[in-house]
């Protein structure tokens, strides 16, 4: 019997809520005993809803060639689309069967039409494209593009109606988080299309419990994720633009309530995005998935939300400006701890961009399979924060899993100054605490620990791929096309390291990472 897994996993559920275990319970009896309903028709007496998009899908269907390019890897169905290729990856099927193509901008109304058809005909053999998420996103497609079209065809409506009766029965209440929150959204679009008053009702009930719990109190979307908190802003912004266009369920009260959210969602992400358009790719965030932080301003400001410009606070992400430079701190905790499958084990961790430049950075992801890779990528080692021999500062494992997670304590903030301390290491009887100073024209960082290492505690400065190879002189690095210096005080050894950068997934670039080898504290000086 290994001890150590089963240790893994009490820590893991431990966290959970009672919902959770109850509906991954129920699901997995009820789907040992399936029932067969029947499939259902739409009513045919519903009219046409309006809609105009806000904002477009980047290109990923390619009509010349029957190519789809999603995650930086593509495929050409010569002969007829599989929708369960699996090739490529599980997400990347996901991401065929979501339908975002169906709202890129050059995508032709017949060549749309003709898209779903295909799926339709092929409905009964899919496998992942049951799933409750999959169902959810590929809803609000087909209703985004089928509205804004004026497509109305009994087979179309039929499939979609029966999903969105799927969809109902299938709620992700053993996941929540924004699995659930997709859920709810997409319930909103299906009860609009079919001016459906139980989907309504079923949406709205949602989206005011969810997005009360999941958007904190500075805007921030509380999985900590900058990537799906540009997601789950556009779904906020899509369902107000969804309600204010059509007359059906005008309902003030969840119209206001929506408003709100997108308002101070909208603070957050104007607080924590850089002045070149870029946004932290703090835990599971990477490149083009997400609408950018450009298009969900000029989305937000079309609909004419108000910026609340609220501080930064409740998250645990920090951003100061100074004259030359940017720096993003991150002193919170891992969250929600009921749903930790998008965090990483980098307390501490912290990015910084020099005059729009990138020069200190997280290392982003490139894959959400179970593999080393993932493994890696979430790991204390590749964040900027401190690593204490074998240990990390949390237990993530699984892909999307997190035992054992360090909890911050001990926060202050003054002038140009912020520290805390992690008990991530308490289980060897270590404490990292980690201060910031910032100035015009330099950043300190002052690690300690409470007790002597002897020499494990290790200190990463990840750079990003057009920094080059830095040079070591003594106890200073120098970044030469920067022209940047980091210099090391009680340093017991530093050396350059390669690794791979993030630039999507299934795409990264070499780069390298400073490593500095302390025992008890160190103190670094960063002259940007």
């Known amino acids: 019997m290994d001890f150590n897994k089963i240790n893994l996993f009490i820590n893991t559920i431990i966290h959970l809520k009672p919902i959770q275990l109850y509906y991954r319970l129920f699901y997995f009896l009820r789907n040992r005993f399936p029932k067969n309903n029947g499939v259902k028709s739409a009513t045919n007496d519903f009219s046409p809803i309006v809609w105009k998009n806000g904002f477009y899908y980047e290109n990923s269907y390619f009509e010349k060639n029957s190519s789809f390019t999603f995650l930086n890897s593509s495929h050409s169905f010569r002969d007829k689309i599989n929708w369960n290729f699996s090739r490529l990856g599980k997400l990347w099927t996901y991401n065929l069967n979501y339908f975002d193509f169906l709202n890129q901008e050059n995508i032709s109304r017949s060549t749309g039409i003709s898209l779903i058809r295909n799926f339709v005909v092929n409905e009964s053999l899919l496998l992942d494209g049951r799933e409750s998420y999959t169902i959810s996103l590929r809803g609000i497609n087909w209703v985004k593009f089928l509205s804004e079209h004026e497509v109305n065809e009994d087979l179309i409506n039929d499939c979609l109606y029966n999903h969105y009766c799927v969809l109902t029965k299938n709620l992700e209440y053993h996941l929540l988080g924004n699995h659930l929150l997709e859920n709810a959204f997409s319930l909103l679009f299906g009860a609009y299309y079919f001016q459906d008053e139980k989907l309504f009702l079923k949406s709205k009930g949602l989206l005011l419990v969810q997005l009360k719990e999941q958007i904190l109190d500075d805007g921030a979307h509380f999985e900590l994720s900058t990537m799906y908190h540009q997601i789950v802003l556009s779904r906020l912004l899509d369902s107000i633009n969804l309600i204010r266009q059509n007359d059906f369920q005008k309902n003030d009260e969840l119209l206001f309530f929506l408003e709100k959210k997108a308002s101070v969602m909208i603070s957050w992400l104007e607080n924590v995005t850089y002045l070149n358009g870029n946004i932290p790719m703090v835990n599971d965030s990477t490149y083009n998935i997400a609408p950018s932080s450009k298009e969900l301003f000029a989305y937000g400001k079309l609909l004419g939300i108000v910026n609340q410009r609220n501080p930064l606070s409740d998250s645990g992400y920090r951003k100061v400006n100074v004259t030359d430079y940017e720096l993003f701190m991150d002193v919170g905790n891992i969250g929600p701890s009921y ?9 501490f961790n912290f990015e910084l961009i020099k005059r729009g430049n990138a020069i200190i950075v997280d290392t982003g992801i490139s894959t959400y399979e179970k593999n080393s890779i993932r493994q890696k990528e979430r ?38 100054y912020i520290a805390a301390s ?49 040079l070591i002189d003594e106890n200073t690095v120098i970044l030469e096309s920067s022209k940047s210096l980091i210099a090391f005080e009680n340093a017991n050894r530093i050396y350059i390291d390669e690794y791979q950068l993030s630039e999507g997934f299934n795409k990264s670039k070499l780069a390298y990472k400073i490593v500095v080898v302390f025992d008890q504290s160190l103190k670094t000086k960063i002259s940007p």
């Open 339 to 347: 749903q930790p499958g998008h965090a990483h084990s980098d307390s």
């Open 379 to 416: 790991s204390t080692s590749s964040h900027n924060t401190v690593k204490i021999g074998s240990r990390e500062q949390s237990q993530v494992w699984g892909g999307f899993r997190v035992a054992k997670r360090a909890k911050v304590h001990g926060l202050i903030e003054k002038t140009n």
């Open 422 to 470: 992690h008990d991530g290491y308490i289980g060897i009887g270590l404490i990292h605490k980690r201060s910031f100073l910032w100035e015009e024209s330099q950043v300190t960082i002052i690690d300690e620990i409470n007790s002597q290492t002897g020499n494990e505690a290790k200190a990463f400065f990840h750079l990003h791929s057009s920094v080059g190879k830095p």
